[in-house]
C-alpha cells in the first residue's frame, strides 16, 4: 500500500498526469449534468427511452430512464480501473503509464460522444 501511494504521489507531480485525471473527471461529471439538465425532467416519467439507434433500423434498443446513466457508470468504473492499474505499474514500465492514462482519456471521450449522442436522439424522438 505504501509503494501504491508512493507511486500516486510521484505520478499525480507530472502535469500530463494530473490534467488527464482532471479532463476524465470532467467529461464524465459533464455527461451526467447533460443527461440531468437536458433529458432528466422529460424522461422520468415515461415508460421507456430510446438508448441506441442504428442508421438501418432505426431506435433499435429501448429502457428504462435510469439506463440512460449506464455509459457514465461504466466510463467511472474503468477510469478507476485504468488509474490504478497506471499507478501500479508506474515504478516499472512509465511507458505502458502513459497507454493507459491516454486509453483512459480516449474512453472518455468516447463515452462523452455517445451521451451527446443518446441527448440528441431523445431530443428529437421526442419533440
Not at 442504428?54 to 457514465?72: E, R, T
Not at 508506474?90 to 474512453?107: G, N, Q
Given at each position: 500500500?505504501?509503494?501504491f501511494?508512493?507511486?500516486?504521489r510521484?505520478?499525480?507531480?507530472?502535469?500530463?498526469?494530473r490534467?488527464s485525471i482532471v479532463?476524465?473527471?470532467l467529461m464524465l461529471?459533464?455527461?451526467?449534468?447533460l443527461?440531468i439538465?437536458?433529458l432528466f425532467p422529460?424522461?422520468?416519467?415515461?415508460?421507456?427511452?430510446?438508448?441506441h439507434?442504428n442508421?438501418?433500423?432505426?431506435?433499435?434498443?429501448?429502457?428504462?430512464?435510469?439506463?440512460?446513466?449506464?455509459p457514465?457508470l461504466i466510463g467511472?468504473v474503468?477510469?478507476?480501473i485504468?488509474?490504478?492499474?497506471?499507478?501500479?505499474i508506474?515504478?516499472?514500465e512509465?511507458?505502458?503509464?502513459?497507454a493507459?492514462?491516454?486509453?483512459?482519456?480516449?474512453l472518455?471521450?468516447?463515452i462523452a460522444?455517445h451521451?451527446i449522442?443518446?441527448?440528441?436522439l431523445?431530443?428529437?424522438?421526442?419533440?
Amino acid at each position: 500500500m505504501a509503494s501504491f501511494l508512493h507511486s500516486w504521489r510521484e505520478m499525480y507531480k507530472l502535469r500530463f498526469f494530473r490534467w488527464s485525471i482532471v479532463a476524465c473527471a470532467l467529461m464524465l461529471v459533464g455527461g451526467v449534468i447533460l443527461l440531468i439538465t437536458t433529458l432528466f425532467p422529460q424522461v422520468q416519467q415515461l415508460r421507456v427511452v430510446p438508448l441506441h439507434y442504428n442508421i438501418h433500423i432505426g431506435v433499435d434498443k429501448v429502457g428504462s430512464w435510469w439506463q440512460l446513466f449506464v455509459p457514465s457508470l461504466i466510463g467511472v468504473v474503468l477510469t478507476l480501473i485504468n488509474i490504478c492499474y497506471a499507478v501500479r505499474i508506474w515504478s516499472r514500465e512509465k511507458v505502458i503509464a502513459y497507454a493507459v492514462i491516454v486509453t483512459a482519456l480516449l474512453l472518455n471521450i468516447l463515452i462523452a460522444v455517445h451521451l451527446i449522442f443518446i441527448v440528441i436522439l431523445n431530443l428529437t424522438y421526442y419533440a
